[in-house]
């Protein structure tokens, strides 16, 4: 297998983190293809902590190339700061390791202040979205009014760009009550990265392309979690982007024929932070102990993620819209100690059993969980390495998951140090 594409198939925070930062260190390209800065990942490697929203996972791995698709949206002042602070942890960034679509749109300062303003607003259900920007920047993509990397290149080209996006902009705006946006200070404020940016800028589907030619690997970093996805996700409490498997393809510029494995990280139990449904929700002491054990607070805004069982119907439902291939168990020793764990494995609305989630918010709010009891473990599963170190208990409900949400296991991770994984399938692998 040449191509992996990595995805959350939870509401995020899965702890994609160590596993793509695993087979990044396999990997000669990686790319991410959708989202923004609202995405957090934690990598140790070495003993040393970093902290990564926009940059790839690969970035801290010498010798890869680092690769930022279109389907991105970039905050270049966020970036460059980024970039700065990585490089301050001794890691090495130049234009060979790093390169940016040229078609990738712009996050600008209104685009955050737009997003604080909405979610601010008391008359509408909030999103609880993380006030980065990203929903108000993917609607100027697709409302042909972003300021995209390639237009930094021409001062001509960008004051019409912006010219453009302020129309909208300001007359939005004035209905919020906000100031008018400032033309000049604008464009000032893009002259003035334009060319720390353009120097990663790049056509990434072909570069994309002739690396794939020439038989490097390439890892496609998907962030968020497919319950955000913007189609399939629970709507409108979700990010902007598609998140499922297949924006990859979109999101870099190449083929879907091209993606060979789709890892799909599944976080033993659930979480979820924002607002929206969560139909497996606890508000009891259960919840308050996944949360606390699980340390379940978020990597971008700090926010207390909401915690609750697994939901083996919402996962079923992930792992068929991104076509999973395997998945991996990520924070199975969370659950260690529990005297009984439930598994959600359908609702039931209006006295019917749902095998999904129904896309009605009406329906979505009167389903209730049917759930599946089984004994927990007492035993510490936490750096487990082979399925010969976990309690038959765990293996019990590890073997139900897979059952129950169509898709096999290919690796198991018990803790987040690297080696404590139990590797079953290595999407890698020929
Ligand atoms: P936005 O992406 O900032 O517009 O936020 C929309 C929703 O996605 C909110 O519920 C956020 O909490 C959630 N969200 C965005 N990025 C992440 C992430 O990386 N992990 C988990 N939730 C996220």
């Not at 902007?240 to 993606?259: D, K, L």
């Not at 439902?317 to 395997?326: D, I, L, N, R």
């Not at 764990?341 to 009406?362: F, S």
């Not at 296991?409 to 020929?430: G, K, N």
């Amino acid at each position: 297998m040449a191509n992996v594409v990595v995805v959350g198939t939870q509401w995020g925070d899965e702890g994609k983190g160590k596993i793509v930062d695993w087979l990044s260190e396999r990997a000669d390209v990686i790319a991410r293809f959708q989202g923004g800065h609202n995405a957090g990942h934690t990598l140790v490697v070495g003993g040393e902590v970093y902290k990564l929203h926009a940059l790839p996972s690969g970035v801290v791995r010498g010798g890869k190339l680092s690769v930022i698709g279109n389907g991105v949206v970039l905050d270049p002042w966020h970036l460059l700061k980024e970039i700065e602070g990585i490089r301050a942890q001794g890691v090495e960034i130049t234009p060979e390791t790093l390169m940016i679509a040229e078609n990738t749109p712009l996050i600008l300062p209104f685009h955050g202040e737009l997003d604080r303003a909405r979610e601010g607003q008391s008359t509408v259900a909030k999103i609880g979205t993380t006030g980065r920007g990203i929903g108000p920047a993917y609607e100027d993509k697709v409302g042909r009014r972003a300021i995209r990397v390639a237009d930094l290149a021409d001062a001509a080209t960008l004051e019409l760009r912006v010219d453009r996006a302020l129309v909208h902009h300001n007359a939005l705006r004035a209905g919020l009550g906000l100031e008018p946006i400032d033309r000049e200070a604008v464009i000032a404020q893009l002259r003035e990265i334009a060319d720390e940016i353009l120097q990663y800028a790049a056509p990434v589907w072909k570069v994309l392309t002739e690396r794939r030619r020439a038989g490097e690997r390439i890892l496609f970093e998907g962030a968020q979690g497919a319950l955000l996805d913007i189609d399939f996700g629970t709507y409108p409490f979700v990010t902007s982007s598609n998140v499922i498997a297949g924006q990859a393809a979109t999101g870099t510029g190449i083929g879907p024929g091209a993606i060979d494995f789709v890892l799909g990280i599944v976080k033993a139990y659930t979480t979820r932070v924002g607002e929206g449904p969560f139909p497996t929700e606890l508000h009891d002491d259960d919840g308050q102990r996944l949360g606390e054990r699980g340390h379940e607070f978020g990597t971008t805004t700090g926010r207390k993620r909401r915690c609750g069982w697994f939901d083996a119907c919402l996962v079923r439902q992930t792992c068929a819209t991104s076509g999973v291939s395997g998945i991996a168990l990520t924070k199975l020793d969370v659950l260690d100690g529990f005297e009984t764990l439930k598994i959600c494995t359908g609702y039931e609305l209006d006295g019917v059993r749902m095998d999904y989630l129904p896309t009605a918010a009406d329906q979505q709010a009167r389903c209730t969980p049917v759930y599946e009891e089984m004994p927990g473990w007492q035993e510490s599963t936490a750096g487990a390495r082979s399925w010969a170190d976990l309690p038959a208990q765990a293996i019990k409900y590890i073997r139900r998951i897979e059952e129950l949400i169509q898709c096999p296991v290919a690796m198991v991770s018990t803790s987040p140090e690297r080696e404590d994984t139990i590797l079953v399938t290595d999407p890698f692998s020929d």
